[in-house]
């Protein structure tokens, strides 16, 4: 299921007409999208990676001119500048002089990036150090290359690749390759879905002091992660499993009418064995907690019942009725603490939920596996109706 997370919930934050409601809630939807996306991010780690956050921060790879009689000609991309200030979060994206037909040769960088990868995946970058000067260059890996990275004109995001040591002849080239871990300037989160341009510096020390070779831009696009593991169902703003085999289900019905925004529901669900199986685990005392879910997101729950739990034994086809509770309000971040609000009016897709500790299975074959698992067990959608507050 593909499941655009932020715009689900942000509809659900734009259909309230009350001004102050609509603010905390969208307050409530960006702290939900934050905290699953650095859970998304704390899945990756890059090599060869120096992160850096501000402009104080950026340092460049130092290419040296070696030991020649012969005056170097002007860097072929900057020739009058000795210095660039790299630009920090916000600022606007770095100056990379046009190369001509005129432009004296010279040391330069090629480069790209990408082209395509998920939020929250390093993004791969290749740069090739050209010589097209009369004296050999040396590289120098003691700190790290800046790198940019631009939306709409501006900086939001720094990052750094490491180096190595090599001599580059004067015709030759040297190509390095990494992955850069892009995070989003002034937080922890990563780089939202969208097109972006990659810009690198190199600074070179020529025969009359140090010259700054720009390059770029390398256009890159972000795609919208899917659901991970680390966000399982029926966690808030998780998405709702498909096509799998639960060896236990719940059967959840509600009766019809409209129900009261930031209201209860208190019903029964019954759980069941699914294809003949026979299942043992340890089910809550508390019973099922129901959900809802708006175009496959969850995005109304109460909080999880704890408590004791008891032992769940079922035969093949054997049922058991256990209690099932929700609150129809907009889920949050527990850590938050944010004001919890009503769901909006409309329709939603109410499931029971329950997380059974599995420890035994035994197939319709009579095929016995000893297992532990934590499984939540899900009935199937029910439509619920919310009113008008």
Same mark, same amino acid.
């Given at each position: 299921?593909?499941?655009?997370?932020?715009?689900?919930?942000?509809?659900?934050a734009?259909?309230v007409?009350?001004?102050?409601?609509?603010?905390?809630m969208?307050g409530?939807?960006?702290?939900?999208?934050a905290?699953?996306?650095?859970?998304?991010?704390?899945?990756?780690?890059?090599?060869?990676?120096?992160?850096?956050?501000?402009?104080?921060?950026?340092a460049?790879?130092?290419?040296?001119?070696?030991?020649?009689?012969?005056?170097?000609?002007?860097?072929?991309?900057?020739?009058?500048?000795?210095?660039?200030?790299?630009?920090?979060c916000?600022?606007?994206?770095?100056?990379?002089?046009?190369?001509?037909?005129?432009?004296?040769?010279?040391?330069?960088?090629?480069?790209?990036?990408?082209?395509?990868?998920?939020?929250?995946?390093?993004v791969?970058?290749?740069?090739?150090?050209v010589?097209?000067?009369?004296?050999? /260059?040396?590289?120098? @890996?003691?700190?790290?290359?800046p790198?940019? *990275?631009? #939306?709409?004109?501006? =900086? $939001?995001?720094t990052? &750094?690749?490491?180096?190595?040591?090599?001599?580059?002849?004067?015709?030759?080239?040297?190509?390095?390759?990494?992955?850069?871990?892009l995070?989003?300037?002034?937080?922890?989160?990563p780089?939202?879905?969208g097109?972006?341009q990659?810009?690198?510096?190199?600074?070179?020390m020529?025969?009359?002091?140090?010259?700054?070779?720009?390059?770029?831009?390398?256009?890159f696009?972000?795609?919208?992660?899917?659901?991970?593991?680390?966000?399982?169902?029926?966690?808030?703003?998780?998405?709702v499993?498909?096509?799998?085999?639960?060896?236990?289900?719940?059967?959840?019905?509600?009766?019809?009418?409209?129900?009261a925004s930031?209201?209860?529901?208190?019903?029964?669900?019954?759980?069941?064995?699914?294809?003949?199986?026979? /299942?043992?685990?340890? @089910?809550?005392i508390?019973?099922?907690?129901? *959900?809802? #879910?708006?175009?496959? =997101? $969850?995005?109304?729950? &109460?909080?999880?019942?704890?408590?004791?739990?008891?032992?769940?034994?079922?035969?093949?086809?054997?049922?058991?009725?256990?209690?099932?509770?929700?609150?129809?309000?907009?889920?949050?971040?527990?850590?938050?603490?944010?004001?919890?609000?009503?769901?909006p009016?409309?329709?939603?897709?109410?499931?029971?939920?329950?997380?059974?500790?599995?420890?035994?299975?035994?197939e319709?074959?009579?095929?016995?596996?000893?297992?532990?698992?934590?499984?939540?067990?899900?009935?199937?959608?029910?439509?619920?109706?919310?009113?008008?507050?």
């Amino acid at each position: 299921m593909n499941v655009d997370l932020e715009t689900s919930l942000d509809q659900l934050a734009r259909s309230v007409h009350d001004d102050a409601v609509a603010e905390r809630m969208t307050g409530q939807v960006h702290q939900m999208v934050a905290q699953i996306r650095r859970r998304r991010a704390a899945r990756y780690t890059a090599s060869g990676l120096v992160s850096m956050g501000t402009v104080a921060a950026v340092a460049v790879v130092g290419v040296q001119l070696a030991g020649r009689n012969a005056t170097p000609g002007p860097v072929a991309t900057q020739p009058d500048a000795t210095a660039v200030a790299w630009p920090g979060c916000g600022d606007a994206a770095p100056e990379v002089p046009a190369v001509t037909a005129d432009t004296p040769a010279g040391p330069y960088v090629e480069g790209s990036a990408g082209p395509e990868m998920v939020a929250g995946a390093p993004v791969p970058v290749t740069l090739r150090f050209v010589n097209d000067g009369a004296g050999a /260059v040396s590289l120098d @890996a003691a700190t790290p290359t800046p790198f940019a *990275v631009v #939306a709409d004109g501006l =900086v $939001v995001a720094t990052a &750094g690749l490491a180096g190595y040591v090599d001599v580059i002849e004067p015709g030759g080239n040297r190509e390095t390759s990494g992955a850069i871990d892009l995070v989003a300037c002034g937080g922890d989160t990563p780089l939202d879905p969208g097109e972006y341009q990659m810009f690198a510096a190199v600074t070179l020390m020529l025969a009359d002091g140090p010259h700054d070779l720009v390059a770029g831009p390398w256009p890159f696009t972000i795609t919208e992660a899917p659901a991970s593991a680390a966000d399982p169902f029926p966690a808030c703003g998780s998405v709702v499993p498909s096509g799998d085999d639960p060896v236990l289900a719940l059967d959840l019905a509600l009766g019809e009418g409209v129900y009261a925004s930031g209201g209860t529901l208190e019903t029964v669900a019954t759980v069941r064995t699914t294809n003949g199986r026979t /299942v043992i685990g340890n @089910a809550p005392i508390a019973g099922a907690l129901i *959900v809802l #879910a708006k175009d496959g =997101v $969850v995005v109304g729950r &109460g909080d999880s019942a704890t408590g004791d739990v008891d032992i769940l034994d079922l035969a093949a086809y054997q049922t058991v009725q256990v209690a099932a509770t929700g609150q129809l309000s907009l889920c949050s971040i527990p850590q938050t603490g944010a004001v919890r609000d009503g769901l909006p009016a409309g329709t939603y897709q109410a499931y029971a939920v329950m997380e059974v500790m599995l420890k035994e299975v035994t197939e319709a074959r009579g095929e016995a596996t000893s297992v532990t698992e934590l499984v939540a067990v899900r009935s199937n959608p029910v439509d619920v109706t919310i009113g008008v507050p």
